[in-house]
């Protein structure tokens, strides 16, 4: 997606050979004009899937995932990090994770809000080692209901996260796929145009 493209060559920020700050426009100040044309990408690479709910894991992930649900028609879930005082019970939960903060955490959704007859985006801001979205999918499954695919805004493809996914079988449409960090330098894998 060039636009996306052309806002991380402005306004990215590369930390390390593998870390990328986007906070001006995705993971702390929103862009809604960027994130409207993001929902638009995914409604439309995820069209013929017949989805009818979207999946995504506080609180990055929640923007794209509203304007796609938005786009599609279709209500938005966010998985919760941290227990809620209303959500008790009832709950679908996985453990998550991270590589980079070395912690693992509990993830949970309300059995009210995804069930067998779903078809389910999951959507996300970062793929780096899949680790969440592995999470959202064992959710997923554990409505059982069907998984229409995984959308990603940012993926690192020099880390483990895309391939292991594919390699499963999900469909991972990633809208920026970065193929080198290093030398303070984003470098784009060139997306192969259907
Ligand atoms: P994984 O799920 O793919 O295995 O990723 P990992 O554990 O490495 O990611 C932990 C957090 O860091 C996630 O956000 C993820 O989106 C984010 N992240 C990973 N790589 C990058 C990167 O290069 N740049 C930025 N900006 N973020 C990255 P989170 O902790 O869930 O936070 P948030 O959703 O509240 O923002
Ligand atoms: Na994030
Ligand atoms: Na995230």
């Known amino acids: 997606m060039e636009k996306l493209q052309e806002k991380i060559m402005a306004d990215g920020k590369v930390l390390s050979d593998s870390v990328l700050k986007v906070d001006s426009f995705l993971n702390h100040q929103i862009d809604p004009v960027l994130m409207q044309a993001i929902g638009e990408e995914f409604a439309s690479r995820f069209s013929g899937e017949g989805i009818t709910k979207i999946l995504t894991l506080e609180s990055s992930g929640i923007a794209p995932a509203m304007m796609t649900g938005l786009v599609l028609g279709v209500p938005a879930v966010f998985a919760r990090k941290r227990k809620s005082l209303t959500l008790v019970d009832r709950l679908y939960t996985a ?22 007859t779903d078809v389910v985006l ?15 999918i064992d959710i997923v499954e554990q409505a059982g209901a069907a998984l229409g695919g995984v959308g990603i805004v940012i993926e690192k493809g020099f880390q483990e996260g895309g391939a292991m996914l594919r390699n499963r079988g999900v469909r ?3 809208l920026a796929i970065i193929s080198s960090l290093a030398n303070g330098k984003v470098e784009f894998l060139e997306e192969e145009k259907a």
């Open 95 to 116: 453990s998550v994770h991270s590589f980079t903060k070395n912690e693992t955490n509990d993830i949970s959704v309300s059995r009210d809000f995804i069930d067998e």
């Open 122 to 136: 999951v959507i996300d801001d970062f793929l780096a080692n899949g680790q969440a979205a592995l999470g959202l």
């Open 172 to 174: 991972v449409e990633s």
